[in-house]
Each structure stands twice: as C-alpha cells, then as structure tokens.
C-alpha cells in the first residue's frame, strides 16, 4: 500500500457516524478510523483495513460509537456577571422586552462586563466553555457584544481566543457590536454605528480579533437598514456575517442576511417565507436556538417544515448567554431540538455536527468524519447514536479526540 508516513492513532473496532452523507447519520458499524497529524487519514470496514498498515498506537473502540465532535455554532459564551435577578422577574412574569425596556437586559451585563478585567473573564468563562467539552464539544463559536466600546469588545474577544489557546478545543470569534445601543450613546443608535463600522470593525479586523460579524435584528436591537450597514462595512473588510433575525417579531432579518450572502441566519421563530426561499437561495444555514424558546417560554415554532421544503440546512446551537438561555449542555439543546421542534434525531446530530460546521465557514475543516478534516471525534458509550439526544442530564462520554489527540474529558 502506499502510505507515505505511519497513522499516529488507529481507532478499531468501532461503530462510525460520520455524518457525511446528505441524510441519514452515515452509519458504518465494525469500522475503523486512522488518524494522522491531526487529521483524519482513513476510514472505513475495520475488515478493509490495508494489510501491514504502519500504525503508531490502537485503540480498541469496543463496539462504541464514534461521531465528529460537536460544534456549538452560537454562544456568548464571555461576559461579567449573571442574570438570575431576570430569571425571577420572568417567572414573575415580566417579557424579555419589559425587562430590556426597564434598563435590564443585555445592558445589565453591558455594565458588568465593562468593569471585568481580562483574567476575570476567563476566570468565569473558563468553567462554561468546559461544560460544553465535556459534552463532546470541540468547536465553539463565541461572540464579543457585551463590552460596545473599542476596549471591553477587544478584551472580550481577546478572552475568547484566550480560551482556545489554552484548551483542547477549537474558537470561532464574531464581534457583534450591533447587540445593543450602549448608555453613552443613547437615543443616537446611527451614531453608534458609525463607531461600530468606522472605528471598531476596522481596529479588530487589522489586530485580527474577529472571525466573522454579527448583529441583532430585532425591534429592541436595530433595524434593517442600520443591520445592513454593519454587514456591508464587515463585508467590505472581507468578514462573513451572520444575523440574529426574526426572534421576537419579522423584520425581514433573514432575507437582509440571504442578501448580504451570510453564513447564518440564527433564531427565526417567526421566519416567514420569502426569507426562507431567500435562505435557501443564499445557502445561509439557519441556526435554531431552542435554549431561548424555551427560557423566554416563547409559543411560536420556528417554521421547520417550511425550512425543510425549502431546503434551508439546519444547525442547533446553545446560544449561551446569560441572558435568554443560560445553558451549557450542547446534549440539550438537541434534545429541546427534538422536542420543541421537531427536528428529527438525524437532523439534530447534523445539527451539532455538518450544518454547525457550514454555519461557521468551516465545512472544509470539520462537521463530518471524512479523509482529510480534522481528527475531531468523540467515542461514546451508547447503544444507538438516537441516545445522544434521548437523556436529560447524563452524559456517556467516553474519549474524546482534539485535532487528533486523545484528551481528558474534562470536568466543568
Ligand atoms: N439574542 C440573544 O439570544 C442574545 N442576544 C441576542 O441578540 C440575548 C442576549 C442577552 O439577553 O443578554
Ligand atoms: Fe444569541
């Protein structure tokens, strides 16, 4: 056989869903999997092994399932401070618009965040990033948006690469300046973006802070037109953009995003269907967050059929934030994906997987266990890959796999 240098690691013996075929979890039961200088070299029927492979070590995988470690496409995830005074005022029964109109919200841990220094953040990010590992994340997107002036939005992201440095896990940064209207410019949200666009988009592109550009679309947040020029200034500077749109009302987020070629379109309770075929049009995935449903106890699905008729891909993300969906579990937010919305098991595993991938830019990269993407995968000790989205609260890790090395599954 040609092999030009020795696998690092064979895996044998395992049950494999890569997750590559266009449907379905790609199922290949008794197979193998090679690994090599961190990226997947081989894979295939343990019994077509090539004969006198040249293998560094083996792991024998016991019958257990391997899947491409998940990817949490959408969380904000570094911020000061925690919103639990909100959670009660809810179940007291105040609206996320009450609570924002009445000063709470997203400036309230604006202001907390302000006043934590870099090591702070880290320090309270730090235990919520290894939530999510444990659960077999190994890609995680996370947003700045909570600073909104030059400094706290660069220490933010500069936290989020922080995280990645240190930690066997992959981080995708998006500035989303256009969260919220800061107090220092108050009642002048067109001032504030031209700070956004002239000043702070061009000062973490050049210092290369931000993976991609985000933005809140939304009667609380801004509007279409002010949405718009953020992601056309991020597009001129060369940075993909994504939306969160048609959360609590339609704004034609969706459609403005399809149009400005976005990667993601994230929300959409209340999408409608010109935005989908837009969607659809654009390949922009759109990225279902049933975290928040379910916190802001909203009623209105996002529309899964029409998504699905049209052919708009799918991704399920956390959303973490400490706001609207404080929640670390990648394992439930599939699940809630399942029942709150109906998404079948094999579309919420493509969810986390292929479809998170595409709505980061990284489809290349990983999402999919394939020859040539990335080693991350994650060996689990289930029966059936449906498990994944079935329990509430336990977690059958069993190895987990960063760019090719088996690392501890770690502890929150
Ligand atoms: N939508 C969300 O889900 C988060 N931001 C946004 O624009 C919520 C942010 C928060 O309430 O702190
Ligand atoms: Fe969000």
């Known amino acids: 056989m040609n092999q030009t240098s020795p696998w690092d690691l064979l895996i044998r013996r395992a049950h494999l869903a890569t997750l590559?075929?266009?449907?379905?979890?790609?199922?290949?039961v008794d197979g193998a999997?090679?690994?090599?200088?961190g990226r997947i070299a081989w894979l295939g029927a343990d019994r077509d092994l090539p004969a006198g492979a040249n293998v560094g070590a083996e792991l024998d995988a016991e019958?257990?399932?391997?899947?491409?470690?998940?990817?949490?496409?959408?969380t904000h995830l570094v911020y000061g401070g925690n919103r639990s005074l909100e959670h009660e005022m809810r179940l007291e029964g105040a609206s996320y618009a009450e609570i924002a109109q009445a000063g709470g919200g997203i400036r309230s841990t604006v202001a907390a965040t302000r006043i934590a220094g870099?090591?702070?953040l880290l320090a309270a990010s730090a235990p919520r990033l290894r939530a999510l590992m444990s659960e077999g994340v190994t890609t995680v997107e996370i947003k700045s948006g909570y600073g909104l002036d030059l400094e706290t939005e660069?220490?933010?992201?500069?936290?989020?690469?922080?995280?990645?440095?240190e930690n066997p896990v992959r981080v995708v940064t998006t500035y989303l300046g256009a969260h919220a209207v800061p107090p220092e410019y108050a009642g002048r949200p067109d001032d504030y973006l031209d700070f956004v666009c002239g000043t702070v988009l061009p000062a973490l592109r050049a210092e290369g802070l931000a993976d991609a550009v985000d933005a809140f679309c939304e009667t609380i947040g801004f509007t279409p037109q002010q949405v718009g020029r953020v992601l056309a200034a991020a597009r001129a500077l060369g940075l993909p953009v994504k939306l969160h749109a048609e959360q609590l009302s339609d704004q034609g987020g969706a459609a403005?995003?399809?149009?400005?070629?976005?990667?993601s379109a994230d929300h959409l309770e209340h999408l409608g269907e010109a935005g989908a075929r837009a969607m659809a049009a654009a390949g922009t995935v759109a990225v279902l967050l049933p975290g928040a449903f379910y916190c802001l106890r909203e009623t209105l699905r996002p529309p899964v059929e029409l998504l699905r008729s049209?052919?708009?891909p799918m991704a399920v993300a956390t959303d973490h934030n400490p706001g609207t969906s404080p929640l670390s579990s990648i394992l439930l937010a599939m699940h809630l994906a399942c029942t709150l919305f109906g998404l079948e098991i094999s579309e919420a595993l493509a969810a986390t997987t292929r479809e998170a991938a595409r709505a980061l830019g990284l489809a290349?990269?990983?999402g999919t266990l394939a020859v040539g993407k990335r080693a991350d995968l994650v060996l689990w000790e289930i029966e059936r890959p449906a498990e994944l989205c079935y329990h509430l609260g336990l977690v059958p890790t069993h190895h987990r796999i960063f760019d090719g090395a088996l690392s501890d599954v770690p502890r929150p």
């Not at 019958?63 to 959408?74: N, S």
């Open 154 to 165: 660069r220490r933010m992201l500069r936290t989020a690469r922080r995280l990645g440095a």
């Open 364 to 366: 290349a990269e990983v």
């Open 20 to 28: 590559a075929a266009k449907s379905g979890l790609g199922e290949l």
């Open 63 to 74: 019958r257990r399932w391997v899947l491409p470690g998940f990817i949490d496409c959408h």
């Open 33 to 37: 999997i090679a690994l090599r200088e």
């Open 118 to 120: 870099e090591e702070e």
């Open 310 to 312: 049209c052919g708009v």
């Open 256 to 263: 403005l995003a399809a149009s400005a070629g976005a990667l």
